[in-house]
């Protein structure tokens, strides 16, 4: 798998750890309504890009019979589930996307408009895929012991 498709994988994966305490459950409660209405649509895309595209998600360094037999059923049940505990389940949904966007920057990954469209206009486009991917992040990230953050030294800055 390339270096750059590791990071972005690691930063998504990661993103509700960096979240300040309490800010992971607001933003859930915000995108649920949203998530719900294109739930089973995302489920769906990720899925049919997998059928779609193997030979892409080959060339990315996954194997080609997982691919082929259980990447996207595995996938779109996760997204589904809206919510659980799986690492490995977080890394192939997001890596799916991550295939889907192609060579989308990480700054363009970081910046999609799809929350401040109007309710009325959020189809599920490329960008709202991305949108939602990162909610189910959110979704199925584990509980993250708060405390910690009293512990840290001062003088550590968060980026």
Not at 53 to 78: I, T
Not at 108 to 128: I, P, S
């Amino acid at each position: 798998m390339e270096t750059s498709s590791v990071v972005a994988t690691w930063l998504w994966a990661s993103l509700s750890w960096s979240i300040h305490r309490g800010m992971r459950d607001i933003l859930v409660a915000y995108g649920k309504p949203v998530m719900e209405l294109h739930r089973a649509e995302l489920a769906a895309k990720i899925k049919q890009f997998v059928a779609d595209s193997p030979g892409l998600l080959d060339s990315r360094g996954w194997n080609p019979k997982f691919v082929r037999e259980s990447m996207g059923d595995m996938a779109a049940s996760a997204v589904l589930a809206g919510k659980g505990n799986s690492g490995d389940l977080v890394r192939v949904v997001t890596e799916i996307v991550l295939a889907m966007v192609g060579d989308w920057s990480l700054s363009r990954l970081d910046d999609v408009v799809f929350w401040r469209r109007d309710e009325g206009e959020r189809g599920l486009d490329v960008e709202g895929v991305v949108a939602l991917t990162k909610l189910f992040v959110l979704e199925w990230s584990n509980e993250f012991d708060y405390q910690i953050y009293s512990q840290l030294p001062i003088s550590l800055h968060f980026a």
